[in-house]
C-alpha cells in the first residue's frame, strides 16, 4: 500500500485477535484482513495481488507471464519456507522459558533456505531497480531475523547475495517507511527477550 501510494486506516480488531467479535467480520480470524469500499478479504498473499490488480497505477508483478510466475516462485520460497521457520521462533522469545536448542534448529533451517534464496537470486530476471510483490514479505521477515539474531542469539549465515537483496529491499522508501512503522510494535513484543 505505501509503494502503490494508496491510503488507509489500520484498525485493531474488534475484540482482540481471535475472538469471536473478529471471525464475524474475517471468518477464519487470520490477520492481516482488508476491507475495500466494502469487500472483505483475509490472507496476505490475497490481500497483495488483489491490491495490484484493483490499483494497477504501481504495477508490483511484471509485464510477461514467465516473469510473474518467477515473481511468484520466489514469493511461495519466502511464504511457504522462510516465513514459517522464522515462525518458529516466537514460542522461544520468553527469555524466562526460551529453549536454546530449538533456537538453534530454527537458525539451521533459516540458513537452509537463506542459501535456497541464495540460488534463486542468482537465476531472478526481475527487474532489481523496482519493488515487487514478491519481495515485500522478503523485507519484514529479514527485519524479524536480523532482530532475532540480537533478542536470541540466533546464529544465522546470510549468503552475500542475499546481504546485497537485503540491503537493496532497505533502499527502496516504502520498505524503510514500513520497518520505521512496525519497529516499535517489534521492540515491545522482543522486551520479553531478555531477563
Not at 495490484?52 to 511464504?79: F, S
Not at 520468553?94 to 537470486?121: C, F, M, N, P
Amino acid at each position: 500500500m505505501r509503494n502503490k501510494g494508496l491510503e488507509w486506516k489500520e484498525l485493531l480488531p474488534p475484540g482482540g485477535y481471535g475472538s469471536a467479535e473478529y471471525k464475524a467480520v474475517v471468518p477464519s480470524g487470520n490477520l492481516p484482513a482488508l476491507i475495500d469500499n466494502g469487500f472483505m478479504l483475509a490472507d496476505s498473499e490475497a490481500i497483495a495481488e488483489y491490491l495490484n490488480e484493483a490499483y494497477p497505477e504501481v504495477a508490483m508483478l511484471p509485464d510477461t507471464v514467465q516473469l510473474r510466475a518467477k515473481a511468484r516462485e520466489k514469493g511461495r520460497l519466502h511464504d511457504t519456507r522462510l516465513e514459517p521457520a522464522v515462525r518458529t521462533l516466537y514460542p522461544q522469545v520468553a527469555y524466562e522459558t526460551r529453549d536454546k536448542d530449538a533456537v538453534d534448529r530454527s537458525g539451521q533451517e533459516i540458513s537452509k533456505h537463506l542459501k535456497s534464496l541464495e540460488v534463486l537470486l542468482k537465476n531472478c530476471s526481475l527487474d532489481p531497480s523496482k519493488l515487487w510483490l514478491c519481495d515485500c514479505g522478503f523485507a519484514v521477515t529479514f527485519a524479524w531475523i536480523r532482530r532475532f539474531e540480537e533478542a536470541l542469539s540466533l546464529v544465522i549465515e546470510w549468503p552475500q547475495s542475499v546481504t546485497a537483496y537485503h540491503d537493496r529491499l532497505q533502499s527502496f522508501s516504502p520498505v524503510r517507511d514500513e520497518l520505521e512503522h512496525y519497529k516499535p510494535a517489534m521492540d515491545e513484543y522482543l522486551k520479553k527477550a531478555y531477563p
